[in-house]
């Protein structure tokens, strides 16, 4: 049983225009929250990350928004670049610091 | 720093050869796991260490052993491989030693492994 949802599969997006990617997960117990970023090739790299005691964090042009009732969170990706074409993966972990990772979501940002 | 380094980049394999991944890091990590990576099922934890001298299994570990005898080096053995282990393996590793523990995991360049 998969412990983190995460959707879109894949998204394409104009340039210019706001990335949304969602995650759900079912353990009231985690207490952390990232997103990493993959390019083709490479390995994953941490992008920005939560805890449950904030519902927003903004990192310049990334923000992730954390609805802990709703045991959901998402990651926005304003004014979208080609260059932010991507595998985006969100994931979870509890005091272990054992990551349990969502599928992936492919952003392609046209020109 | 080199950060994380993983060898070799790629690799072929038969059908029952066995063989190990390296993995390697510069930044005194106590964190180091191992993870595979196949289309449409994200990353999955094979095995994990969180010190020298201790390791444990993560969501996959059949046909795959570890061990850590340092806190630079987490080898990934494949006892004898099979088609099913195809896949692209990561290495990540996270936390300074003797520091404040830290969930940010900094992945190796992966190794991709074919069996035929």
């Known amino acids: 049983q998969q412990q983190v949802k995460q959707s879109p599969q894949s998204l394409i997006v104009q340039k210019g225009g706001i990335s949304i990617i969602n995650c759900a997960y079912e353990n009231t117990a985690f207490d952390y929250f990232p997103w990493y970023q993959q390019f083709p090739g490479k390995g994953p790299a941490l992008l920005i990350a939560?805890?449950?005691d904030v519902s927003e964090k903004k990192e310049g042009r990334f923000t992730i928004s954390f609805n802990k009732s709703a045991k959901q969170f998402s990651l926005h990706i304003m004014d979208s670049q080609p260059g932010d074409s991507a595998t985006y993966f969100c994931?979870?972990?509890?005091?272990?610091?054992?990551?349990?990772w969502g599928l992936g979501t492919s952003l392609a940002v046209n020109p | 720093n080199a950060g994380v380094t993983q060898t070799p980049k790629f690799q072929v394999l038969k059908t029952g050869q066995s063989m190990t991944l390296q993995c390697a890091q510069d930044m005194n990590h106590e964190y180091m796991s191992w993870y595979r990576q196949d289309p449409g099922m994200g990353l999955r934890l094979i095995h994990y260490s969180v010190g020298a001298g201790i390791t444990d299994q993560g969501e996959v570990p059949n046909g795959y052993n570890v061990s850590r005898s340092t806190t630079e080096d987490f080898p990934l053995r494949l006892l004898s491989a099979a088609p099913s282990q195809t896949s692209v393996y990561f290495c990540?590793?996270?936390?300074?030693?003797?520091?404040?523990?830290?969930?940010?995991?900094?992945f190796g360049p992966g190794t991709r492994l074919t069996v035929t």
């Open positions: 990540a590793s996270s936390s300074p030693r003797g520091g404040t523990p830290s969930y940010e995991q900094y």
């Open positions: 939560i805890r449950p």
């Open positions: 994931a979870v972990a509890g005091n272990n610091r054992k990551l349990i």
